[in-house]
């Protein structure tokens, strides 16, 4: 049992122990910014110059805090934007790079159902998850201990925990592109649009009549500057998105039961 989650996610432990200390460096520079970017310019002066929009679309409630400097730069952009397009990107490729490479016969031979190695491909997912979740937030807290304006560690290890249904999440979304076309390459790609347009449609229509369409997007569920600036955990939407994962994993493995592979 998981046997085949343990062999890929074994794979991977390399490139994400790569993409944690990455994203810890990103962290280490915006950190060290911050005191002489705060002491010497205005940041909330500077925000309020921002389009309504761009302020919407990654959360910006103010820069002149540590937490709410990273809330802005790390979480609301290298977090929900560039992981979340990552992951949508990586799950992409788990089934359709077999497909599309030929070893999926190969591995249909062995005594597994299609729906285990659908839902055991993406559990090795959980393995860059889980490093950069343990990784990251050391970096955040020692990097703010070190300019003397320590993070709230609560809020810290909420902003992380809550972003695991949301990576889910959007790793979900590039398993359905991965079990419906067999082309590596077109499978990413359709995953990347699919997610950077809710994205788009979710920043579009915020405080509108129709704000009801970016339902959809999974960024609308996980705010990490509410988190950090204001200390407010959305359970209901950590809970939203673990819902949403289950039904695109489970919808996945009863199209890839049900299709032909070339």
Known sequence: MFELAGYEGRKRVKGSVALAVGMSALVALYVA??????????????????????????????????EGFLATEVYAFGWVLLLGLYFAYAAAGLVAGDVERGRMDLLLSLPVTRSRVVSEKFLSLLVPIAVLNAVVPVAVYAGTALVDDPISIADLVAVHALSVPYLLSTASVGLLASVVFDRESVAQRVALAALFGLFLVDTAVANTDYAWLGALAPMRYYDPTAVLVEGTYDLAGAAILLASTLVLVGVSELWFAGRDVR
Do not use: Q
């Open 33 to 66: 910014m911050f005191p002489s970017v705060s002491s010497s310019v205005d940041l909330d002066e500077y925000v309020r110059a921002f389009p309504p929009a761009l302020r919407e679309a990654f959360g910006v409630a103010t820069l002149s805090t540590i």
